[in-house]
Nanobody, 125 residues
């Protein structure tokens, strides 16, 4: 089992950057596929990015490709989401997710077992 705690959200102007962090508990962090989802008001949760246990494989939603970068530091039990060139439509609560399945290209919310509490990202125009 793993517990996830996100940080780094906040208010930023369009075109700006933020880096989200997700700290995971447990000694087997490196066994988990990690990812990020987001949910805007009135909308369903949507996949943002995912990363394999080793960090060698990454996968992105088309809406963030080229602007966001997911990475992980297994020594620190932490996964990151660097968000550049932010747009107002990126405004959402961002959730860190984890799962023991080795497949890192899954995009369904029901395919990830563990979720953090979320962190708010607001991009002003």
């Amino acid at each position: 089992q793993v517990q996830l705690v996100e940080s780094g959200g906040g208010l930023v102007q369009a075109g700006g950057s933020l880096r989200l962090s997700c700290a995971a508990s447990g000694r087997t962090f490196s066994s988990y596929t990690m990812g990020w989802f987001r949910q805007a008001p009135g909308k369903e949760r949507e996949f943002v990015a995912s990363i394999s246990w080793s960090g060698g494989g990454t996968y992105y939603a088309d809406s963030v490709k080229g602007r966001f970068t997911i990475s992980r530091d297994n020594a620190k039990n932490t996964v990151y989401l660097q968000m550049n060139s932010l747009k107002p439509e990126d405004t959402a609560v961002y959730y860190c997710v984890a799962d023991l399945s080795p497949r890192w290209t899954r995009t369904g919310a029901n395919e990830y077992e563990y979720w953090g509490q979320g962190t708010q990202v607001t991009v002003s125009s």
